[in-house]
């Protein structure tokens, strides 16, 4: 049975010499030709109406702020450039620390397949004003960060949503940091602002600890953030000010009565599946939650005593989930007709993050980054099958409905409910 989130895909660790603990060899192939990467394919551009744009927010200086990516439809930014999509070499470091790599080689690893790859999103474009867009909040996965689900926020901003993609400090991202203010001995030529970063890398298990105690401690405080990437938001919306701590060139007074108060949903990967269900029992003003290939493990007992109302559909893999989570997820969603699951077949875990784009073919297969299917195809899938039940549960005027077939599990490549086989159930 399966109790961590196998985010990680093994890599070069640093534990064997030939094996990782989740059973890949660690003699990787090279990708022919591979000396750029260009030799990759690129995150998709988003296929809506819009086009995207994306800042960085972070408050206070302090670790119990707020840090998130705001995707967000823009005008037409011709002079802005794209962003960015692994913003700062600590975040390989943090990626070779969960993947139990040394740092020294993951760093080089990562800086040269993915160290020039950029994300499909304006940074810094101007805000689209005019509209009132619905607000999706959204939770990254162990292991991951704010920025590397990017192919999902984009497309869900290209299709009229503000996304903000929080970057969650309990220590369950590879990397993240707060800026705290430069003691007078440290020397200031570094920053004009007289702060710098304090980083936070992923906290493996201590020997003996119990899995499930810390991710439930964790999923808690992941609510917590969620909820408060909400209000920030919120508070920008009516006008207050607030002070982002990173030097941006973004006009946050434009969002000001752009966001629809009224629609508003929660949406996350693996362990930001279970942060989304958790949100949900804690927080009405989320009407509904989308949850990508979730682990189930760090979510409490309490949950399943009916503290989630709202509509919730899972969306799974063909090949990460196994029977305990399903269970688990059934449990949650029994005899309610608007909690939905289905399941894409020829997709794994990494069908959802930016990774199975940026890899190629015979790199990404071999570290499960990449299933059967056509990552493009999964992800449209998923995106579509997203789109139709937020147009369901938050009453939008759109025509995301030619895809409510797919939320019914019905499609190329999609089927109603598990792929897994279930114990029979037991007699009432």
């Known amino acids: 049975m399966v109790f961590s989130d196998p985010w990680d895909s093994g890599y070069c660790s640093k534990e064997t010499p030939q094996q990782s603990r989740s059973g890949l060899s660690v003699n990787a192939p090279m990708e022919p030709g591979s000396s750029s990467t260009e030799k990759f394919y690129r995150i998709p551009k988003g296929k809506g109406p819009h086009s995207v744009g994306c800042t960085d927010l972070m408050t206070e200086n302090a670790v119990e702020g707020s840090f998130l990516r705001l995707y967000y439809p823009s005008c037409n930014a011709t002079d802005n450039e794209e962003a960015p999509w692994i913003p700062d070499k600590e975040y390989y470091q943090g990626l070779s620390d969960f993947l139990n790599m040394y740092r020294v080689v993951g760093e080089r690893l990562f800086q040269y397949y993915v160290g020039s790859v950029t994300c499909p999103a304006k940074s810094n474009a101007a805000f689209k004003l005019g509209e009132k867009y619905p607000l999706l909040i959204f939770s990254h996965g162990l292991g991951a960060f704010r920025t590397i689900y990017s192919a999902i926020c984009i497309e869900m901003a290209s299709q009229g949503f503000v996304v903000a993609a929080v970057e969650h400090r309990d220590e369950s991202a590879s990397a993240t940091y707060y800026c705290k203010k430069k003691s007078i001995s440290e ?23 119990e ?145 199975t784009f940026v890899s190629g073919g015979l790199i990404g297969r071999f570290f499960k980054l990449k299933g059967e299917i056509d990552p493009n195809e999964a992800i449209d899938i998923s995106n579509h099958a997203s789109l139709a039940f937020l147009q369901k549960h938050l009453s939008l005027k759109k025509d995301f409905d030619q895809w409510d077939s797919l939320v019914d599990g019905i499609g190329p490549n999609v089927i109603p409910g598990t792929n897994i086989d279930l114990p029979p159930a037991e007699p009432e």
């Not at 030529?189 to 003996?208: A, D, F, P, V």
């Not at 006008?239 to 990173?246: D, F, I, K, P, T």
């Not at 009224?262 to 949850?291: N, Q, Y």
């Open 211 to 355: 899995e499930r105690c810390l991710r439930h401690k964790q999923v808690q405080q992941r609510a917590q953030e969620c909820i408060k990437a909400l209000n920030l938001i919120l508070k920008i919306n009516s006008g207050e000010e607030v002070m982002n701590v990173l030097n941006s060139n973004f006009d946050w007074n434009s969002v000001k009565d752009s966001v629809d108060t009224s629609r508003i949903a929660v949406m996350g990967h693996s362990f930001g599946g279970a942060t989304v269900i958790e949100s949900l029992s804690k927080e009405i003003r989320f009407r509904c939650g989308i949850a990508l290939d979730a682990w189930m493990l760090p979510v409490g007992d309490d949950i399943y005593q009916n503290s989630v109302q709202q509509p919730l559909l899972f969306i799974n893999s063909e090949k990460f989930q196994w029977a305990d989570n399903i269970l688990k997820m059934k449990k949650l969603s029994s005899n309610d007709t608007n909690k939905k699951m289905i399941t894409i077949m020829g997709s794994v875990h990494q069908s959802f993050p930016d990774f």
């Open 187 to 209: 020397p200031q030529e570094e920053s004009t602002s007289g702060l710098e970063k304090e980083w936070i890398y992923y906290r493996k298990l201590k020997t003996g600890e």
